[in-house]
């Protein structure tokens, strides 16, 4: 196995070797007088901070950085521009009705621009002096929204001064510049560290997905006002990457409630409602308007589906000027408190985020997961995965959901739908790990741990962080941190399952090699993750017919064993009984 290890290797495209790259500086333009401290603060509130540069700052709650980020949203608009704007002019002009605090430009459909002004009046003396187009032959609906259309008067004043204005990059990195970033780089540990700032969710892109869940609350606020649509998910949980679909949902729970302090008398009144038989028939209704609204009077959005017969009721569409693909749910607070949880977890120690990240692309790059719906692992799966071994680790560098729930305050204690989701809110409470392993260590054993890992008889569970033994006889079985009843990993076939397997026992046979002939990052070959990424064996022989991938992943974990223990080691014909096979 040795050899083919090598083989595959020198099979293997080469990675030019060049001067070190300089990193994409995603720009904050910001009006004169706004400290840069208070970017780099943004930045840490975002979850984007940098691997490795953790201080010992106060981190903020959750929550808190949901009000911050909503209120900051509330007074930032959208505009769609002219690629031959002046920036000079176009600020001056917009400062006219008040301050700006910062903005930034992007390309979509067009040039945009995400403005943010110091105040939520600003916004308002805009909409008042902005006229409804003329559409000639078309009929224009008159929506008031903060999605803005700029027209020139007089395009020749504009031509000379700024042809191309700086754009803020929305897409993480080709597959070629992100092989270049990674040979380049120094270490193992600065290829995972180098992933994660290529891939991870700008300070530019965080923005513009709250802007573009606040316009799309101004149109459900016609309906319900105090209505609120909040983004979670991949995109507030410290874990999305650039290009990551947004998640919003809908909560509708805040409306209603009633607030004894403000009444006096013996009186007692309530809105006239109308009733249904159910709390799924109210939101698939409340969806269903919300849809058509989206639809026939939402600018940008376009390619709206309700999929309202789905166990989780959604609206699907396309925000054509951000160019997010949404997901709109109502009252979804389990999957917010997730959101909370996975954010907390990405807070506490930098090697969380930096591992999530690199497992994520290396199942990506070996198909282990797909975008479709089907039998595939899921990010989110992975990531319990990678949240498992850490805490797993000696010392952890996790701690289980169970301890941070006895850490939690009476104001923390959560119940929704008769599942327990307390869990303490103030990072500030939670020691940090003792744990110093690098992640060079970190990357190999997790492989070696599910390459190894009891799958046929084995839960996985983050609230304990222990093996438990399997419920149910699905082939993966990870407990749903707060719905303990449900197996998120439910879809994941035998053979799915068998391959993200086959391909752990391989990376971590790669990574062995290394560490053992030391190979030099200054050389052509590709090496450490960026040899992690390449075509596999396994893969190579996962459509024939011929059978061999299971000899070959028996012989690669009872290598890895005995280099682990040589006073127990096995020939590699892999005779010794194996109870850890998936």
């Known amino acids: 196995m040795a050899a083919r290890g090598v083989g595959l290797l020198n099979r293997l495209p080469l990675c030019t070797r060049r001067s070190p790259i300089l990193r994409p500086i995603h720009r904050l333009l910001?009006?004169?007088?706004?400290?840069?401290?208070?970017?780099?603060?943004?930045?840490?509130?975002?979850?984007?901070?940098?691997?490795?540069?953790?201080?010992?700052?106060?981190?903020?709650?959750?929550?808190?950085?949901?009000?911050?980020?909503?209120?900051?949203?509330?007074?930032?608009?959208?505009?769609?521009?002219?690629?031959?704007?002046?920036?000079?002019?176009?600020?001056?002009?917009?400062?006219?009705?008040?301050?700006?605090?910062?903005?930034?430009?992007?390309?979509?459909?067009?040039?945009?621009?995400?403005?943010?002004?110091?105040?939520?009046?600003?916004?308002?003396?805009?909409?008042?002096?902005?006229?409804t187009p003329s559409m000639g032959t078309e009929a224009a609906i008159p929506f008031r929204s903060r999605f803005f259309n700029l027209k020139l008067k007089n395009s020749s004043d504009q031509t000379s001064e700024?042809?191309?204005?700086?754009?803020?990059?929305?897409?993480?990195?080709?597959?070629?510049?992100?092989?270049?970033?990674?040979?380049?780089?120094?270490?193992?540990?600065?290829?995972?560290?180098?992933?994660?700032?290529?891939?991870?969710?700008?300070e530019e892109n965080t923005k513009l997905r709250y802007l573009t869940c606040s316009l799309i609350e101004?149109?459900?606020?016609?309906?319900?006002?105090?209505?609120?649509?909040?983004?979670?998910?991949?995109?507030?949980?410290?874990?999305?990457?650039?290009?990551?679909?947004l998640d919003m949902f809908l909560a509708l729970d805040e409306i209603g409630n009633f607030n004894a302090h403000k009444t006096s008398g013996n009186f007692l009144m309530e809105f006239q409602v109308k009733n249904v038989s159910s709390e799924r028939i109210a939101t698939q209704k409340i969806l269903s308007v919300i849809g058509e609204c989206l639809d026939n009077f939402g600018p940008g959005c376009v390619g709206v589906q309700k999929i309202l017969n789905a166990r989780c009721p959604l609206v699907r569409f396309s925000h054509q000027a951000s160019g997010f693909q949404c997901d709109l749910t109502t009252n979804n607070r389990i999957a917010l408190k997730s959101s909370e949880l996975l954010y907390i977890y990405g807070t506490l120690d930098s090697r969380v985020r930096a591992m999530v990240f690199s497992i994520?692309?290396?199942?990506?790059?070996?198909?282990?997961?797909?975008?479709?719906?089907?039998?595939?692992?899921?990010?989110?799966?992975?990531?319990?995965?990678?949240?498992f071994f850490l805490q797993r680790r000696?010392?952890?560098?996790?701690?289980?959901?169970?301890?941070?729930?006895?850490l939690a305050d009476a104001e923390d204690k959560c119940i929704i739908e008769g599942h327990n989701c307390t869990f303490i809110s103030d990072l500030n409470r939670i020691e940090p790990s003792k744990n110093t392993e690098p992640l060079e260590l970190l990357l190999k054993e997790f492989f070696e741990?599910?390459?190894?890992?009891?799958?046929?008889?084995?839960?996985?569970?983050?609230?304990?962080?222990?093996?438990?033994?399997?419920?149910?006889?699905s082939p993966l079985h990870i407990q749903n941190p707060f719905e303990t009843s449900l197996n998120?990993?439910?879809?994941?076939?035998?053979?799915?399952?068998?391959?993200?397997?086959?391909?752990?026992?391989?990376?971590?046979?790669?990574?062995?090699?290394?560490?053992?002939?030391h190979p030099s990052p200054s050389s052509n070959q590709p090496w450490g993750l960026a040899a992690l990424l390449l075509p596999s064996v396994a893969k190579s022989t996962s459509h024939g017919k011929k059978k061999r991938k299971?000899?070959?992943?028996?012989?690669?974990?009872?290598?890895?064993?005995?280099?682990?223990?040589?006073?127990?080691?096995?020939?590699?014909?892999?005779?010794?009984?194996?109870?850890?096979?998936?």
């Open 218 to 245: 101004d149109i459900a606020a016609a309906y319900f006002p105090g209505c609120a649509v909040r983004p979670f998910g991949s995109s507030v949980n410290s874990f999305g990457k650039l290009g990551c679909d």
């Open 449 to 473: 741990f599910f390459g190894n890992f009891a799958f046929n008889k084995n839960s996985i569970n983050i609230r304990q962080g222990r093996e438990q033994n399997k419920p149910e006889s």
């Open 394 to 406: 000696s010392p952890p560098i996790l701690p289980t959901l169970d301890y941070l729930k006895t």
């Open 162 to 202: 700024q042809p191309c204005m700086p754009r803020c990059n929305q897409s993480p990195p080709s597959s070629k510049k992100l092989f270049e970033l990674l040979c380049d780089a120094e270490s193992i540990d600065d290829q995972l560290n180098t992933l994660l700032k290529e891939f991870q969710l700008t």
């Open 30 to 131: 910001s009006c004169p007088g706004t400290a840069a401290a208070d970017a780099r603060r943004e930045r840490q509130s975002s979850g984007s901070t940098e691997t490795g540069s953790e201080e010992r700052t106060p981190k903020k709650r959750f929550s808190e950085v949901q009000k911050e980020r909503r209120e900051q949203a509330q007074r930032t608009i959208l505009i769609l521009c002219p690629n031959k704007t002046s920036e000079k002019k176009f600020l001056k002009y917009l400062s006219q009705h008040g301050p700006i605090n910062n903005h930034f430009f992007f390309e979509s459909f067009g040039l945009y621009a995400v403005v943010e002004f110091c105040q939520k009046e600003s916004v308002a003396s805009l909409q008042n002096l902005t006229r």
């Open 488 to 517: 998120i990993s439910k879809n994941v076939s035998q053979s799915q399952l068998q391959k993200f397997v086959d391909l752990a026992r391989e990376s971590a046979w790669i990574l062995h090699q290394e560490e053992k002939d």
């Open 360 to 387: 994520r692309c290396w199942a990506r790059a070996h198909s282990l997961t797909s975008s479709i719906p089907g039998a595939w692992i899921t990010n989110f799966s992975l990531t319990m995965m990678v949240i």
């Open 550 to 582: 299971k000899p070959a992943s028996e012989r690669i974990k009872n290598l890895l064993e005995s280099i682990k223990n040589p006073e127990n080691s096995t020939n590699i014909n892999g005779k010794r009984t194996v109870t850890t096979q998936a």
